[in-house]
């Protein structure tokens, strides 16, 4: 199949960048190798998103998104892309079913949770090491469980944590939270949650299943062990720019570098999203820097700007 532009992934960046190339009469196609949506599903509340006096969760706004996009006749396929190659005019994005063409690309792959890197977490990924609170929270009902992290997602998923689990730990690496100041003000009205600060994640320990973690107190250098049957991890994230690294520049981290239409280093190649380097990733900026890289995608097509 051949379209004017590929949009790959279908978070709020790429869905809002569908909206655009739809109303701009673009041929495009959506690529996404899981349900539409990205890390947003994820988000059990969602209270800064202008237009929503209430919380909203996640799945509800991306949801809208979607419905959106489709109702404008933007096709969407169903795989993962294993491969971007520029060949003269086009750019072959080949998958499991073969190769779509397209003569721009979109990249709004966003970003993944990053691991913890410490011994156990491998090995017990799925069997009580989990990355998102949401999807998992509800097998850990009536247990204990810990939160790595000191920032917005640590805070707001140990909150949401007290919904199943006994007791919650938050621990931090820090001496102080990050997290906005609204979010740690949650924390004061929840008995379950208890937070360590100071402290490093050592090992996560357990066999077939998690049973607890080994902590260091960071400033005396005692060690212990917390009995905990599930850990959640929320130290930061890294972008998924591995389809580009040859077509971008990519900064110490791995994001990829636009300029301010979204432009990258190769001709047609737009990026958008939690994937681009950039001060600040929330919803409200992927969705402007969407929206930025379809016009510039559109512009791009029709032979106005590089």
């Not at 947003?40 to 998104?65: C, H, K, Q, W």
Request: glycine letters at 12%.
């Amino acid at each position: 199949m051949a379209y004017d532009l590929a949009i790959i992934g279908a978070g709020p960046a790429g869905l809002t960048a569908g909206i655009y190339a739809a109303r701009a009469k673009v041929n495009t196609v959506i690529i996404e190798r899981a349900a539409p949506g990205g890390q947003v599903l994820t988000a059990d509340r969602i209270e800064n998103y202008p237009g929503f006096p209430e919380p909203v969760s996640g799945a509800e706004l991306v949801g809208r998104m979607e419905a959106q996009t489709r109702r404008l006749g933007v096709a969407f396929e169903a795989v993962e892309v294993a491969q971007i190659r520029r060949e003269e005019d086009w750019f072959l994005l080949r998958g499991a079913r073969g190769e779509i063409a397209a003569r721009a690309v979109v990249l709004a792959t966003g970003s993944g949770p990053k691991p913890l890197g410490v011994p156990g977490e491998d090995p017990l990924r799925g069997r009580g090491v989990s990355y998102c609170a949401v999807c998992d929270g509800f097998f850990f009902r009536d247990e204990e469980v810990a939160v790595i992290g000191g920032g917005d997602a640590a805070v707001q998923e140990a909150v949401y944590l007290t919904r199943f689990a006994a007791k919650v730990y938050l621990i931090n690496r820090r001496e102080t939270l990050h997290a906005a100041k609204v979010l740690q003000e949650a924390l004061g009205t929840e008995p379950k949650i208890e937070v360590v600060l100071g402290a490093g994640v050592r090992e996560i320990l357990g066999k077939d299943a998690v049973e607890g973690i080994r902590i260091e107190d960071l400033g005396s250098g005692e060690e212990r062990v917390i009995p905990v049957t599930g850990v959640f991890v929320y130290v930061g994230v890294r972008p998924a720019s591995y389809l580009v690294k040859e077509l971008a520049d990519l900064d110490h981290r791995g994001y990829v570098i636009t300029d301010e239409r979204m432009a990258t280093k190769t001709r047609g190649l737009f990026a958008a999203g939690d994937v681009r380097q950039k001060m600040l990733r929330q919803i409200v900026t992927a969705v402007a820097d969407g929206a930025i890289a379809a016009t510039s995608a559109d512009r791009f097509l029709r032979g106005r700007a590089t």
